[in-house]
């Protein structure tokens, strides 16, 4: 069983900036995306950040030009680089991992609190 573990998390003022990072336990994975999710209270789970194998990525509409998802192969690590923050980025946000081969799964980490307030 595959285990993300999150790290970066935290509490800015608005405009500051913040970079999760999330590694995978396992060192080798077949085609697959990698990616960070947010949730905050009373509002549906959505999608970030999203990086596939080979580099192509998509945003949220909302974070475009604000955040950057990237994905050291090697390592099995994404990280997410957070500036300008504002408080509607307050949330928890949760790494993922999904498979897109033949073998498809999906992980989940346990969770890292953001939080954007004056």
């Known amino acids: 069983q595959v285990q993300l573990a999150e790290s970066g998390g935290g509490s800015v003022q608005p405009g500051g900036s913040l970079t999760l990072s999330c590694t995978a336990s396992?060192?080798?994975?077949?085609?697959?995306?990698m990616g960070w999710y947010r949730q905050a209270p009373g509002k549906q789970r959505e999608s970030v950040a999203i990086?596939?194998?080979?580099?192509?990525?998509t945003y949220l509409d909302a974070v475009k030009g604000r955040f950057t998802i990237s994905r050291e192969n090697g390592k099995n690590t994404v990280y997410l680089q957070m500036n300008n923050l504002k408080p509607e980025d307050t949330a928890i946000y949760y790494c993922?991992?999904?498979?897109?081969?033949?073998?498809?799964?999906?992980?989940w980490g346990p969770g890292t609190q953001v939080t954007v307030s004056s």
């Open positions: 990086v596939i194998t080979g580099g192509t990525t």
């Open positions: 396992e060192d080798e994975f077949s085609f697959s995306a």
């Open positions: 993922n991992l999904r498979g897109l081969g033949i073998v498809q799964y999906e992980y």
